[in-house]
């Protein structure tokens, strides 16, 4: 809890790692297991790898010989986790993740994410 809530500040970010979250629950992956949320965000380059801009499979293999507590690939996403949930967006006590508000819309200039339906499209700049 080391950077919470201050891990990111750009709403852009914050609007596209809910997505990702939806996104990966509809694709069958666990958005709230910290490794499977982490490498999703730095994937699709929603978060960098690192400050010197490790190439995306070196710095998972890097993380992933740290102890868990000490890996940025999944303390960032708990930490989103976290926010979203403090924000009212998320309700991630069940097995899965449920938008809490089924008339929430996060619209960010470039990307809209709405419920229910947990769908999200991309609208022009």
Do not use: C, W
């Not at 809910?18 to 730095?42: C, H, S, W, Y």
């Not at 499979?57 to 303390?75: E, F, H, S």
């Not at 097995?95 to 990307?111: E, F, H, Q, R």
């Amino acid at each position: 809890m080391k950077g919470f809530p201050n891990q990111v500040a750009d709403l852009r970010i914050l609007a596209s790692a809910l997505k990702t979250m939806i996104d990966l629950q509809a694709e069958g992956k666990n958005p709230r297991d910290d490794d499977v949320f982490g490498e999703a965000l730095i994937r699709r380059e929603i978060l960098r790898t690192d400050r010197h801009n490790t190439p995306v499979d070196d710095y998972l293999i890097q993380q992933r010989a740290k102890r868990p507590a000490d890996q940025g690939l999944r303390t960032r996403p708990r930490d989103l986790r976290r926010l979203f949930r403090v924000m009212g967006l998320i309700d991630d006590t069940d097995l899965g993740i449920t938008v809490s508000n089924p008339t929430v819309t996060v619209a960010i200039p470039s990307v809209i994410v709405r419920a229910p339906g947990l769908s999200g499209t991309r609208a022009p700049l």
